[in-house]
């Protein structure tokens, strides 16, 4: 039998002491963190790191000018849930500029997560979902998500923000973007009409709102109070993030250089308050709005009375926000219909898609309507199509316009998926619209004037000609007039049918490569399917 020699008694005595209270005298046993306290950046905050029932674990130490802290605690600290929480210090506001003193910051660490030269960062969106795990009984699975589902993203702890006004040549975009995240809470305080050092007492209403999971100016009591303030979080809290977003975006203090593609996804709020009136975007179904052809409602009520609001006209200006360019999009000639009781009814012909597949954000949709002389926006996400065919584009040959640099370049037609109805046969509804310029897709039709981009010269429409090909054979079309077509169609259920769209303008056919030689569109469509 082989015996092992044991170190000293005292010493093993000593260490298991050590590990039962949580400290230690041997460096061996101590874990060292690093982090960052970000509002902007907080100069001279007191950190701590404290458990469940407040008992400070270690610290507390002292951020320099950048925000950043460095911080050693035990290692068998580690076992249990732990809170980073900064008191004082001071941090230029992004917003205005202004340097002012700062609140409370959290960061909420869950037990065994947490390693030896890891980075803990707070942020207003940490501590928001601290707020939620401390203050509102929810597990770190719940925060995250109703912070996620309310902000459009979850705060990754061990990113540490940029300065979103100066940012150092070394950050990347991971960090740009946490720094922007942090800085349009400034910019929501402000759009709130907030003093910039309230924005804490912000932090901690945001997180009684989404105590019931909806981030909607109320909780299970009612109304939720901004602090002392006097202020109230409103029912369109979460479009005014959005809005924050944005606004900060365009803030001369935004120093990120990021893009409209690198802000991520802008979070889609369903209610928008005016001066006047109370907005908000029903959608007819659970699916996601896609590219192609999109129907949604408003729904518009008395801000103050909530009474119906009828007899209205709304104006759609509908913008893509890309990162190299700006566009718009088609819309029929009417785009805003009337129903009842305060409903209003809108289509629209979605060109591209904001968000990939993947969550890759393309940039962003801003749909702006004009409700009695009063703006509201929308920031609706659109996916990629999937299945069948919901857009096709043809281009011109001769049929040219100018390009923002004066270059010649053949116009652009769309033809859309309106819709398919019936049993079987079947009537396939077409939408046709054409390129002025990126601003301007209006719908085809015969004897109106195309205009020709920055200086072309103007089409006159004297001709539309639509062929629907299928099976060999073509198809009799009707024009409603309005930009749409119509052809009845016998297709095969649950089977992809190829159908063939042929388009002549003024004589002149449109080809998928504005070549004599191009193809027509052809457009898969699977009858019985999602």
């Not at 770190?140 to 702890?157: C, V």
């Not at 923000?161 to 400034?186: T, V, W």
């Not at 309230?198 to 109304?223: P, T």
């Not at 926000?321 to 409903?343: F, K, Q, Y």
Request: some cysteine.
């Amino acid at each position: 039998m082989r015996v092992y020699k044991l170190a000293s008694f005292p010493l093993i005595v000593s260490c298991f002491y050590s590990l039962l209270s949580g400290c230690s005298s041997s460096s061996s046993s101590d874990v060292s963190i690093n982090g960052a306290i970000v509002a902007a950046a907080v100069n001279g905050a007191q950190v701590s790191l404290v458990d469940d029932n407040g008992n400070v674990v270690a610290g507390p130490v002292s951020t320099d000018t950048t925000g950043q802290y460095t911080m050693t605690l035990p290692m068998g600290s580690l076992a249990q849930n732990l809170i980073v929480k900064s008191t004082g210090g001071t941090f230029k506001d992004e917003a205005t500029g202004n340097t002012t003193a700062a609140g409370e910051m959290l960061t909420y660490i869950s037990a065994n997560t947490l390693g030896d030269g890891d980075n803990v960062c707070a942020t207003p969106g940490s501590t928001i979902i601290a707020q939620l795990v401390m203050q509102h009984n929810k597990t770190m699975t719940q925060a995250e998500n109703a912070f996620s589902n309310a902000f459009g993203y979850t705060p990754d702890k061990s990113v540490v923000p940029a300065n979103a006004m100066s940012p150092a040549a070394s950050s990347d975009n991971k960090e740009k973007l946490a720094g922007f995240r942090a800085a349009a809470f400034s910019q929501l305080a402000l759009d709130l009409g907030l003093s910039h050092d309230n924005q804490f007492d912000m932090f901690s209403a945001l997180a009684q709102d989404l105590s019931d999971d909806v981030l909607d100016g109320i909780d299970a009591s009612g109304a939720v109070d901004i602090g002392t303030t006097g202020l109230r979080l409103e029912a369109d809290i979460r479009s005014r993030f959005s809005a924050a977003l944005i606004n900060f975006y365009a803030n001369s203090n935004n120093g990120t250089g990021l893009d409209n593609s690198q802000i991520g996804n802008i979070p889609f709020a369903k209610t928008v308050l005016t001066n006047t009136y109370k907005i908000e975007y029903i959608q007819p179904s659970i699916m996601s709005t896609m590219e192609g052809r999109s129907t949604f409602q408003l729904h518009i009520t008395h801000r103050n009375t909530g009474a119906d609001v009828t007899g209205l006209t709304p104006v759609l200006v509908p913008m893509m926000h890309m990162a190299t360019m700006t566009h718009s999009t088609p819309l029929p000639a009417i785009a805003v219909t009337e129903d009842a009781n305060g409903l209003y009814t809108v289509d629209i012909y979605y060109l591209m898609a904001s968000q990939m597949m993947d969550g890759t954000s393309m940039g962003y949709w801003d749909l702006q309507f004009t409700v009695g002389g009063e703006e509201a926006h929308f920031y609706p996400a659109v996916v990629m199509s999937m299945g069948d065919t919901v857009r096709t584009r043809l281009k011109g040959q001769t049929d040219v316009i100018k390009d923002m640099e004066g270059n010649d370049v053949g116009r652009d037609y769309f033809i859309f998926k309106e819709g398919l109805t019936g049993t079987g046969p079947y009537t396939f509804t077409l939408f046709i619209a054409a390129r002025e310029s990126m601003m301007s897709f209006p719908a085809l039709v015969n004897n109106t004037q195309l205009m020709s981009g920055m200086g072309g010269t103007p089409l006159d429409i004297t001709s539309i000609d639509v062929d629907v090909l299928i099976n060999g054979g073509s198809v009799t079309v009707n024009s409603n007039g309005d930009g749409s077509w119509n052809a009845d169609l016998t297709l095969t259920d649950d089977v992809a049918n190829q159908v063939e769209v042929k388009l002549s303008v003024n004589g002149e056919r449109k080809t998928s490569d504005g070549t004599s030689g191009g193809l027509n569109s052809t457009f898969i469509i699977t009858p019985g399917s999602m």
